[in-house]
């Protein structure tokens, strides 16, 4: 099965994964790296106008649930999936000398409806008892949006413009890593549907139903004879360890393309995907056939041009 045509939605939220090599636990107890992560959040949120909604990591992946009206995803990805491989080798112990951090490229889900996007951002919220680490999302030693994103905190960091600094440095010893030095605010958005409530209503309802979707999640592990491993062994957990227990899957495994309970919802969405993925298919072929100047569908992109040896 060959991997999804990545399409530029700027109408759809999407939900976002992207896990390390073999899901080794890279992020675990990394708080200089998490803070430094979150910093090119910031910048590249700002920069792409990203709508962001929840941000978590995890051991080994990191989740959002984001929106880009600005029809720059990919570019988004790009530049953030970049900036966390190059903040891990730095620093992250072990890192370097264990080849390349990520598995394969990230994975994104069409999120249609409102209540698809507020599930998806509970799920990201729960990550942790999703996955049996922690009984309660907040005893997992690691960054979680959740408190931010219904609070309405923003956080400010300062980033480092350090290619920018390298080259002024090439030809004025004078420069000042201050003058390459910028302040960066990283904020979520509200859940849509609930813009008129007060910040406190909001916060107050949004923590009500992350604890009864926390107790059944909980409840249903119990239930199955399932435990958690508990922080105290998640505080333990060496950079780049293997997990006992992981998902697997391959480039070409199958994931779904939207995430939805609406069926009819599910089969709009797929019948456009597949009416773009058949425009693209063409136009792609055309392009490979020497037809420089054809029409690819909006929101997708042409595959990319190398030019040959004479």
């Known amino acids: 099965m060959s991997q999804p045509l990545r399409i530029e939605a700027p109408e759809l939220h999407s939900l976002l994964t992207t896990r390390t090599r073999s899901s080794e636990l890279w992020f675990s107890n990394q708080q200089l790296f998490e803070k430094t992560t979150l910093g090119f959040l910031a910048k590249y949120q700002e920069k792409y106008q990203a709508e962001l909604y929840a941000f978590v990591f995890q ?11 600005g029809e720059n995803r990919a570019c988004f990805m790009r530049d953030l999936n970049s900036i966390i491989a190059r903040v ?33 951002f509970f799920y990201c919220a729960l990550q ?29 960091f300062e980033v480092v413009d350090r290619a920018g600094y390298n080259e002024r440095l090439r030809w004025d010893r004078r420069a000042k890593i201050k003058d390459f030095t910028k302040k960066v605010t990283l904020k979520y958005r509200r859940l849509p549907g609930y813009e008129g409530l007060s910040q406190a209503d909001y916060k107050a309802m949004m923590l009500e139903k992350l604890e009864q979707r926390r107790k059944k999640l909980v409840a249903e592990r119990k239930a199955e004879g399932l435990g958690f491993i508990g922080r105290r062994a998640l505080l333990a957990q060496a950079p780049g360890a293997l997990p006992k227990k992981t998902k697997t899957s391959t480039r070409t495994s199958h994931r779904p393309l939207v995430l939805t309970k609406d069926r009819e919802t599910r089969r709009a969405i797929l019948s456009w995907y597949f009416a773009i993925k058949a425009a693209h298919l063409e136009a792609s072929r055309k392009f490979r056939q020497g037809i420089i ?16 040896s004479g």
């Open 88 to 120: 891990a080798n730095s620093l992250i112990p072990g890192r370097p000398e264990r080849g390349s951090l990520w598995g394969r490229r990230y994975s994104e889900e069409k999120l249609p409806n409102p209540e698809d996007i507020e599930e998806y």
């Open 128 to 156: 942790a008892v999703h996955a049996g680490l922690c009984e309660h999302p907040f005893q997992y030693p690691g960054y979680n949006s959740f408190h931010d994103a219904v609070s309405g905190k923003k956080r400010t």
């Open 293 to 308: 100047d054809v029409i690819f569908p909006p929101f997708t992109y042409r595959p990319p041009a190398y030019a040959g």
């Open 59 to 69: 051991g080994n992946h990191y989740q959002s649930v984001a929106r880009f009206p």
